[in-house]
């Protein structure tokens, strides 16, 4: 048996049922000869963000796998790596390496050396033998503590040479942490002498699944909850105390509670400080949980800190709670009360644009029918970089845990594309749909032919506003001499060229119809594009 098979086989047994890839790399072939599905992309970075969905849709019960070759491939690969790293992703990626006489010769690209920061586990494997050790560590690190890339090198010949004895390989285990006891005592009363607490959920409540911690926590504080762009759809965005996601946009309820809070108790967070985040204020006392020691205390300054996987650190509180609470304080219908005037408010001020029956379409009203057409309990959303992802985040009103892939801890533009396909793989039965510009589809759009032949039938819908619209403000100049922000194209036209279907729409009325076709078209099988033509528009949620 040759280390490439033995490799197919190690993956086998922790459970991988598809591998993604680009040739040439041996690994490949040797899984379809182990009835692993191979499913081979059109460019590295793509089939990085599908194995990406696989891991963040699944919470990390399926951890992605990715395989391609030395030199190029693995150039190629590196903006898909960094993405998983920034937003804290756990995939298994397995480059293939120059042979061995040649790993460290100038001008070879070495992954051991140039992934050392995008990863946080980065190894090269020198020895058939050390195969399997090497594997294990890669899916222990991704299973357990801080998700984020691991990444094992193999050079070709090592992929090549014969596997020496018996493969004796189990699956690696999945742990978790929890706080310190001592810790949560002090939390819990600084919670519950809070005035007007405020909960900010991360994507570690995703990860630890803590949904229902989350809410129990929400409903005995009666206090209000917000998340990151990660962490959206932690908590139902129906709930009477949801404020909706925070980001570069956001609603004037989250504004205004934000703002008025006492104490912030940040869940599963980094509390990193990014465009695409809340700007937290200062004042208020801070309290984080968090599963990686790095993140805390990072950058907004804390007073309370609990170390552990988020569903460990909502029961220890939750447990203290109960006990120190031994009747409701009757807040919630005063808070609820709160934050629906504002959301009121906000709806009004909203409305125009939501509704809007202008043409060209308004992303908000594309937006907005979209998410009123669709199953949303059954529905998986991403955004992408730019414009779409500010006009849907705060609009898009999650019902149930992980319906959204929010992401932004770096902006890749693009990206959207192969989280939708992921997410599908992931979940055949669930819509996937994946909202971007017309300048994040010239990244990564050839995809479409990746997933009409593998049979993914993702529903894409493009905002075309033949424009980089977002950089309208501050490319002013550029545009007006030398027209730098335009861009062109027919994307239907493109999609029905790859085998996908594809409608271009610019009549309000044919909105919510396109959908309703777009929508049956992947329910028989195939992956669709609907391009609407969408105005300019740079006007955002954002309140002051
Ligand atoms: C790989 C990459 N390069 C550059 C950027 C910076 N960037 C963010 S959004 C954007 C333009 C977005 O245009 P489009 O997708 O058409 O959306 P619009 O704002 O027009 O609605 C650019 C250049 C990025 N996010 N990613
Ligand atoms: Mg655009």
């Avoid at 709930?239 to 609603?251: A, C, E, F, I, T």
């Avoid at 906000?346 to 308004?362: I, R």
Wanted: with cysteine.
């Amino acid at each position: 048996m040759k280390v490439a098979r033995a490799i197919a086989e190690m993956l086998k047994r922790e459970g991988v049922k598809f591998l993604v890839g680009y040739p040439v790399n041996p690994i490949i072939e040797a899984c379809a000869e182990a009835d692993i599905r191979t499913i081979i992309v059109r460019q590295e970075r793509t089939g990085l963000h599908m194995v990406d969905a696989v891991s963040r849709t699944t919470c990390g019960d399926t951890i992605g796998v990715f395989a391609m070759q030395h030199g190029p491939g693995t150039e190629n690969a590196f903006g898909g790596v960094a993405q998983a790293y920034g937003d804290s992703v756990p995939i298994v990626v397995l480059p293939g390496g120059y042979p061995r006489d040649k790993t460290n010769v100038d001008p070879n690209f070495s992954a051991l050396l140039n992934f050392q920061h995008v990863t946080k586990w980065c190894e090269q494997v020198t020895l058939p033998q050390a195969a399997p050790d090497a594997i294990r560590r890669a899916f222990t690190q991704a299973r357990n503590g801080r998700p984020r890339p691991a990444l094992v090198e193999f050079p070709i010949d090592v992929l090549n040479a014969e596997f020496p004895g018996e493969l004796n390989y189990r699956a690696a285990p999945r742990t978790r942490s929890g706080p310190d006891p001592v810790a949560v005592k002090e939390v819990v009363k600084v919670l519950l002498a809070a005035k007007r607490p405020l909960l900010y959920a991360g994507q570690g409540v995703h990860y630890a699944r803590a949904y229902p911690q989350l809410r129990e926590l929400a409903e005995l504080l009666e206090a209000p909850v917000t998340t990151s762009l990660q962490g959206k759809s932690a908590f139902p965005e129906s709930h009477p105390l949801s404020l909706g996601s925070g980001g570069r946009s956001y609603s004037k309820q989250l504004h205004h509670f934000l703002h008025a809070a006492d104490v912030i108790f940040g869940i599963g967070c980094s509390f990193s400080v990014t465009n695409y985040g809340l700007s937290m204020p200062k004042g208020p006392v801070y309290i984080q949980a968090t599963l990686d020691p790095l993140d805390l205390n990072k950058e907004v300054p804390i007073d309370h800190g609990l170390v552990g996987d988020a569903a460990l650190v909502l029961d220890a509180v939750l447990a203290e709670v109960r006990a120190s609470l031994k009747k409701p304080r009757g807040r919630q219908a005063e808070v609820a009360k709160e934050i629906a005037a504002r959301k009121a408010e906000w709806m009004a001020e909203w409305q125009p644009k939501l509704v809007n029956a202008g043409k060209p379409l308004s992303p908000y009203r594309v937006i907005w029918d979209l998410m009123h057409t669709v199953d949303r309990a059954n529905t998986i959303v991403t955004h992408d970089a730019g414009s779409p992802r500010d006009q849907i985040s705060p609009f898009w009103e999650c019902t149930h845990p992980m319906t959204y892939i929010g992401w932004g801890k770096t902006t890749q533009l693009g990206y959207g594309l192969g989280l939708a396909m992921g997410a599908k793989l992931a979940h055949p039965d669930k819509l996937c749909i994946n909202v971007w510009g017309d300048a994040a589809i010239g990244f990564t759009g050839m995809d479409f032919e990746t997933a009409a032949r593998e049979r993914i039938p993702i529903l894409s819908v493009l905002l075309n506003n033949f424009s980089m619209a977002i950089e309208l403000k501050v490319m002013a100049v550029a545009t007006e001499k030398y027209r730098s922000t335009d861009i062109s194209g027919h994307y239907a036209d493109f999609a029905r060229s790859l085998g996908c279907h594809g409608e271009r729409i610019t009549e309000p009325g044919e909105i919510v119809p396109a959908i309703r076709r777009g929508i049956a078209q992947t329910q028989a099988g195939k992956p669709v594009l609907l391009e609407f033509i969408t105005d300019k528009e740079t006007e955002i949620s954002t309140y002051k």
